[in-house]
């Protein structure tokens, strides 16, 4: 799919402790690049803004009679990505966006967990230095619990 560039209003950008929504408004009525723009919804898409360039979901495209709004959810590792775009919110900006080569089903987030191998036989190896379910029922059992 080509690249949608388009002249929008960055809303606002919006953080929670799981997520990043990204929000964008093209004013009027007449919207360039409608049918990519739904095509693109519910997947992920690159998102250029400026010299950030980020992964997010399209999470929706909603319209009404003043605007077309426009969210994101971002992905990944844009963290860093996304805290300099903080600034530009408020502005009229100008937004390209691109299908991503990926579906969200293959899109995989870090995620906190132990690091481990899997052998060619099947069975897991993880570092030596990981605390086993022994070792979880001797802390229990140490004396510096509450009586």
Known sequence: MAKVELNV?????QKDDKKEVLEFHILGDDVQYKSELIGMAGSIVILE????????????????????VLKFEAK????EKTIKLYPKAGFNVKLSLEQSQ???????EQHEGIEYQVDGDGSVSVAPDQMTIEDVNETENDDDLLD
């Open 9 to 13: 209003l960055f809303k606002k950008i």
């Open 49 to 68: 803004l400026g010299d950030v360039k980020l992964s997010a979901e399209m999470k929706s495209i909603q319209r009404d009679s003043k605007k077309v």
């Open 76 to 79: 990944g590792d844009s963290e």
């Open 102 to 108: 990926m579906s969200i089903e293959e899109f995989e």
